[in-house]
């Protein structure tokens, strides 16, 4: 059982005695005070759910301590006593963040009402409170940091698809931050309290596709030697996220669009058909229409997936934002890596400026975190990244004519040769998936 707390205070000692005597009977705890002084005390090392306050006390009179008590706990209830009807008094009071006010005499079963609608405030408060809370802690992990005209569209968008039920395409190149626009997506929308399932389809390998997705039964296949849920039924009430989706196998694509049409499946192997509330985003970096003019991709799947579009432009056509990425990822490492560094040098700034970052913000955070940890001052300078090497300045970048894929072969072949074809560490600093980085090899005909 909750034991609610209720502070009394009044210069009456009689008025005291006798609300304690009542409200205990009703299964309340009571402290009470004969000042506001006594009464601040009190709430320096407890806390009250409702307070009673007489507003006419020597000292200290009730408006004072409601202000007091309101800053030191601003969910407090407080309930104003007052002898002489003053209505105007008792109206401030209320303006002030009192609840409710009763007369003397008091009136006990109106006064008992008025605690438990009081009690009833707290909780709506508290909750409020919390739930505001939560949201700000789970979105400030997908911050969209920028001020350009281009960013804000796509905030702008985001905001207004949210609460929708539509599917979401997003598109944009690798690193432009599609999962981070997905995330907002989910956390802005009536489903935050359900899961974000994060699926990234370049990863899988195809003879799991269906299982990864839809589950299967033990003895499925070789190998399955239990039940697995899939993430379709993980998803269940909240958002399915299918980064890559371009890279789906076409036998699967088919499944997909049957599951996300009835919002039902059936796990490999399995008999049961399973219902679900799912709500699809999906992304991709590459040409689905041209895809679906070469018959690798389902031009039904397109326009179920491809309700809702949003485009996230590149770093190198919204530069206004960089630094305000810079200091954001610069905090974001300080506070991960234990390091307190306050900037970059102007060199480093210019160099950054000149570049067109063809990993986007993610290779821009990478480069940042490296810095932070490499970093010997509380500034980051050259020295400290040996990554600048690869970026050119305007003096030196190729030729215009070059297309924007001649520029990405030219980025993967620089940052391999830097990591002595280190795939591994080619991808983290490309800020892509291994699979992805072998694609695009394979892409680009790149071969040590």
């Known amino acids: 059982m909750v034991l609610y707390r209720v502070l009394i205070v009044d210069d009456e000692k009689s008025q005291r005695d006798m609300l304690a005597g009542s409200l205990e009977k009703e299964g309340y705890s009571v402290a009470t005070?004969?000042?506001?002084?006594?009464?601040?005390?009190?709430?320096?090392?407890?806390?009250?759910?409702?307070?009673?306050?007489?507003?006419?006390m020597p000292g200290m009179d009730g408006i004072e301590l409601l202000q007091k008590l309101k800053e030191m706990n601003p969910e407090i209830q407080a309930i104003m006593?007052?002898?002489?009807?003053?209505?105007?008094?008792?109206?401030?009071?209320?303006?002030?963040?009192?609840?409710?006010?009763?007369?003397?005499?008091?009136?006990?079963?109106?006064?008992?009402?008025?605690?438990?609608?009081?009690?009833?405030?707290?909780?709506?408060?508290?909750?409020?409170?919390?739930?505001k809370e939560e949201l700000e802690e789970k979105y400030k992990d997908v911050q969209i940091i920028g001020e350009s005209k281009a960013i804000k569209e796509v905030l702008s968008t985001v905001s207004r698809v949210a609460k929708s039920k539509s599917t979401v395409l997003i598109r944009g190149e690798s690193g432009t931050g599609k999962e981070l626009v997905a995330r907002a997506t989910h956390t802005l929308s009536d489903r935050m309290e359900k899961r974000f399932i994060p699926v990234s389809c370049a990863a899988l390998p195809e003879t799991l596709f269906e299982s990864e997705l839809f589950g299967h039964e033990k003895g499925a296949f070789t190998g399955a030697v239990r039940r697995k849920e899939g993430r379709f039924?993980?998803?269940?009430?909240?958002?399915?996220?299918?980064?890559?989706?371009?890279?789906?196998?076409?036998?699967?694509q088919v499944k997909i669009l049957r599951a996300m049409e009835f919002q039902e499946f059936e796990r490999l192997g399995g008999k049961e058909t399973l219902k679900v509330d799912v709500r699809i985003i999906?992304?991709?970096?590459?040409?689905?229409?041209?895809?679906?003019?070469?018959?690798?991709?389902r031009e039904d799947l397109y326009y179920r997936l491809n309700v809702i579009s949003i485009?996230?432009?590149?770093?190198?056509?919204?530069?206004?934002?960089?630094?305000?990425?810079?200091?954001?990822?610069?905090?974001?490492?300080?506070q991960k890596c234990g390091k307190s560094i306050k900037g970059i040098t102007t060199e480093v700034k210019d160099i950054i400026l000149d570049y067109d970052w063809p990993g986007n913000?993610?290779?821009?955070?990478?480069?940042?975190?490296?810095?932070?940890?490499?970093?010997?001052?509380?500034?980051?300078?050259?020295?400290?990244?040996?990554?600048?090497?690869?970026?050119?300045?305007?003096?030196?970048?190729?030729?215009?004519?070059?297309?924007?894929?001649?520029?990405?072969?030219?980025?993967?072949?620089?940052?391999?040769?830097?990591?002595?074809?280190?795939?591994?560490?080619?991808?983290?600093?490309?800020?892509?998936?291994?699979?992805?980085?072998?694609?695009?090899?394979?892409?680009?005909?790149?071969?040590?």
């Not at 009081?118 to 409020?128: F, I």
């Not at 039924?233 to 699967?252: K, Q, R, S, V, Y």
């Open 361 to 448: 913000v993610r290779e821009l955070e990478n480069m940042i975190e490296r810095g932070v940890v490499l970093s010997r001052t509380d500034v980051i300078d050259k020295n400290d990244l040996p990554y600048l090497g690869l970026i050119k300045s305007k003096e030196t970048i190729p030729s215009p004519n070059l297309t924007l894929k001649d520029m990405e072969k030219d980025h993967i072949l620089n940052t391999l040769e830097m990591t002595d074809w280190n795939l591994g560490k080619t991808a983290e600093i490309l800020g892509i998936h291994r699979n992805t980085l072998r694609l695009k090899m394979k892409e680009y005909g790149i071969e040590k």
């Open 233 to 252: 039924e993980l998803a269940d009430g909240g958002t399915l996220f299918l980064d890559e989706i371009g890279d789906i196998p076409l036998e699967t």
């Open 81 to 131: 006593i007052t002898a002489y009807g003053s209505v105007e008094t008792a109206v401030e009071a209320m303006k002030l963040g009192a609840y409710h006010y009763v007369n003397k005499p008091i009136n006990l079963d109106e006064l008992k009402l008025n605690i438990k609608k009081a009690l009833e405030n707290y909780h709506l408060l508290a909750e409020n409170k919390y739930l």
């Open 33 to 56: 005070a004969e000042s506001g002084f006594e009464a601040i005390k009190l709430c320096e090392n407890e806390y009250f759910e409702v307070a009673l306050i007489d507003l006419k």
């Open 282 to 297: 999906s992304a991709t970096n590459q040409d689905l229409e041209k895809k679906i003019n070469e018959g690798t991709f």
């Open 311 to 334: 485009f996230i432009p590149p770093l190198r056509e919204r530069k206004e934002d960089l630094m305000l990425l810079v200091d954001h990822f610069i905090k974001k490492a300080n």
